[in-house]
């Protein structure tokens, strides 16, 4: 039985731990770093990636968590958690860091200039396992992935609309991120597919 952290400074903490919980796993909120101590696993949450920047600082938890990723800790971040991954950001504050180590370039407010909020099935058939029904994605205030390095998969497109074509999905080693929020939609399929990753 794994237990997975869930960032806890802003955004959608009880959603991802009420996914995570009802697929059986145990979930600590992580506000502090020695909260970080024995996971095997974490949720990077959506929410606003520049407060939630600030906030890592603050609490002391960048330096810490970035070492975490770094030796291996599996960790999946949603929208905002998807641009805390990323290694570069357009469109992205002045002051504005990230933790990195996803070799991807996300754009910020992507979707904004067609629409702020949008739903979307997506094909995704590492993720989707026995059940052939696409995922359904929620996109709110969302960034795409603008490129990749050569060593990161894409799990999800965007199939219809003026964003076909755009990455919405991602997973290099024990990092996955997602564009889009799974945790309102009562489809736990992204979770489930994080939870094996952190049982590995
Ligand atoms: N637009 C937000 C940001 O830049 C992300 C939105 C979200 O997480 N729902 O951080």
Redesign the pocket.
């Known amino acids: 039985n794994s237990l997975i952290g869930v960032l806890a400074v802003q ?1 959608d903490v009880r959603e991802h731990a009420r996914s995570l919980e009802s697929l059986g796993a145990a979930t600590r909120l992580v506000r502090r770093p020695e909260e970080l101590d024995g996971l095997d696993g974490i949720v990077l949450p ?5 407060t ?1 920047d600030k906030l890592l600082r603050a609490f002391d938890l960048r330096d810490p968590l970035r070492e975490r990723l770094q030796a291996g800790l599996p960790a999946y971040g ?4 998807m ?1 805390l991954l990323a290694d570069h950001v357009l469109d992205a504050t002045a002051d504005q860091q990230t933790l990195g180590g996803l070799d991807v370039t996300v754009r ?2 992507a979707f904004g200039r067609q629409v702020d909020s949008f739903e979307e099935d997506l094909s995704m058939p590492a993720v989707m396992g026995e059940r052939t029904d696409p995922v359904r994605a929620v996109f ?4 795409w992935v603008e490129s990749v390095g050569p060593d990161v998969q894409v799990l999800g497109t965007v199939t219809t609309g003026p964003a076909a074509g755009r990455i919405v999905a991602v997973q290099q080693n024990n990092l996955l991120a997602t564009s889009f ?1 799974p945790e309102v939609t009562g489809d736990h399929r992204i979770h489930e597919y994080f939870l094996r990753m952190a049982q590995r």
């Open positions: 955004g959506g929410g606003e990636s520049t939630m949603s929208c905002a958690g641009i910020r407010n709110i205030r969302a960034p929020h």
